[in-house]
């Protein structure tokens, strides 16, 4: 199951961009084999244009591949941590040898601005030198024992195989966040990307097999690709052999993975999805605020998770900062992601801009003002959908703007009292990211109290997105509570132990319990 040449053909009639898949393919010696795969027709959201035709994989391919995973554990587990990030270290070599061309690709299969591309793929070579850092930092504890001539430590082990689910709008870098990091853990992985993204889950994990093919150390199969849809995804996270499930992706395709793996007591990690919202005070910087605001609402065409999809104002510079806003995104330019100039590209497929057109039919009727949200017309990508990013002022928080609408909408707010607006913010299901603006200490500081905003994330004077990987990424309520990479998520992919050793000729127990016995 590791041959990337058994995943992918081309029985479509290859285009430019397909042309430029497969040579990128080439350049990174990877096979693109056209022997096979009539299952997934993947498209360029650029375009429209077909890249590649895929087979997805079965029920027997899904127990083969965790089969050969726990395998492949077996043998991981035994390799010390830091030669285990020997393995990470080549592969973050490997991946900056190939920058461009990896951003390339995830630009025309993702859509994305090629400069977004770029940095996520650097985020995939920052996360290879963090977790090459932590493989010699896996700490544990010695702790106080109340018992004379005992030593009480906690310490942390290998746990098994993580399934990775992961979303089309990161394609790399969410599953190289928990990926790395599991396997300088001593970790074995299964990779289910989402349909729309294959090729760039096929590349980057192809260039971790190459590494591990030529590392000693490395077991077959450490690292396995799935291509499948969402019945896929569920075979992962029903095995029981898959230890840890991690997920990335709606809510509701949470909440049917979550309770998947709690029914048989397998660890879940949820990362889903994010209403994010800035509150902007008086006392802002007006053009930091700005530009923190339309890149958050703006970036990859508003398909993140991060995306700012609320602005907070106060009721006495809203309207000025509006209208500044609504120019600024009216002059933003749209069209081919691997145009330099361009600041917006295309949303990921039709369904995403429908999803987008019924948003704004609600609120318009909820009443709101909508600006810009239309379909723009790119020359030459008559199959694609370019869109003008919306600004839509809302008389309330009504029930469109408590969902989340994964399209390049931003719903406007006002407030008079700081608590309100803290209270607006912290008014709806999700609980990802947020952020304020403003330049009054106390503010800031409320902000990001118990008494603050209630999200995973909490940003001063910066927008709700981009986030680094030094810091745990995720979010509470509905967002589902998992911290996927960062600070001591790699917990999360260890299981626990805790050991007493008694070094004394006696036998006393803890609290003080006497249980003598008068045995010679």
């Not at 309330?396 to 607006?421: C, G, H, K, M």
């Not at 990987?469 to 309520?477: H, L, P, R, T, V």
């Not at 790699?490 to 805790?498: E, G, L």
Request: net charge negative.
């Amino acid at each position: 199951m590791n041959a990337l040449d058994t995943k992918i053909s081309h029985h479509a009639a290859p285009g430019a961009f397909a042309q430029e898949v497969a040579g990128i393919f080439d350049e990174l010696g990877l096979s693109l084999d056209a022997s096979r795969g009539t299952d997934l027709e993947v498209r360029s959201p650029i375009d429209g244009s077909a890249l590649a035709l895929l087979r997805t994989d079965r029920a027997g391919d899904m127990d083969a591949m965790v089969a050969n995973a726990r395998t492949a554990f077996a043998a991981w587990k035994d390799v010390p941590g830091p030669h285990r990030g020997e393995l990470v270290r080549r592969y973050g070599l490997l991946v900056r040898e190939h920058k461009e061309a990896l951003s390339r690709l995830l630009t025309i299969e993702n859509g994305k601005i090629l400069t977004e591309a770029r940095g996520e793929v650097q985020e995939v070579i920052d996360i290879c030198e963090y977790a090459v850092g932590l493989s010699r930092q896996l700490f544990g504890l010695t702790i106080a024992s109340e018992r004379a001539e005992h030593r009480l430590t906690e310490y942390w082990h290998p746990l098994g195989v993580l399934g990775l689910i992961s979303a089309f709008n990161f394609p790399a870098a969410v599953w190289a966040w928990g990926t790395t990091v599991a396997l300088v853990c001593g970790d074995s992985a299964i990779w289910k990307p989402s349909e729309k993204t294959p090729l760039t889950a096929l590349a980057f994990a192809g260039l971790l097999q190459q590494v591990a093919a030529e590392y000693d150390l490395a077991p077959d199969h450490l690292v396995q690709v799935a291509i499948g849809d969402a019945a896929c995804g569920a075979m992962l996270a029903d095995h029981p052999d898959v230890a840890i499930l991690s997920a990335t992706g709606s809510v509701r395709m949470g909440q049917d993975v979550g309770v998947r793996v709690q029914r048989r007591f397998g660890r879940p990690i949820l990362e889903l999805g994010g209403n994010n919202a800035a509150i902007v005070a008086p006392s802002a910087d007006m053009g930091l605020a700005l530009r923190g605001t339309i890149f958050a609402a703006t970036g990859t065409c508003g398909q993140r998770c991060t995306t700012l999809r609320r602005l907070i104002a106060h009721e006495d510079i809203r309207a000025g900062f509006v209208k500044r806003l609504i120019a600024a995104v009216g002059s933003l330019n749209i069209g081919s992601p691997l145009d330099d100039a361009t600041h917006v590209g295309p949303l990921i497929d039709k369904a995403a801009f429908d999803a987008m057109q019924r948003a704004l039919e609600q609120a318009r009727r909820e009443g709101g003002t909508v600006h810009g949200g239309e379909r723009i017309e790119v020359a030459g990508s008559p199959d694609a959908w370019y869109v003008r990013p919306a600004i839509v002022e809302m008389p309330a928080q009504t029930d469109i703007v408590r969902e989340e609408t994964f399209a390049p909408i931003l719903y406007v707010l006002s407030y008079t009292a700081f608590d309100d607006a803290i209270a607006l913010q912290n008014g709806v299901p999700q609980g990802l990211s947020s952020c304020v603006f403003t330049g009054d200490v106390r503010e800031a500081e409320k902000f990001q109290s118990a008494q603050g905003s209630d999200c995973g994330i909490v940003n001063v004077n910066i927008g709700t997105s981009g986030a680094e990987i030094g810091g745990a990424f995720g979010g509470e309520k509905v967002t589902g509570g998992g911290r996927v990479s960062g600070s001591d998520s790699w917990k999360n992919y260890m299981r626990r132990v805790t050991a007493t050793v008694n070094y004394s000729t006696s036998l006393p127990l803890a609290q003080g319990v006497k249980f003598d016995l008068d045995i010679d």
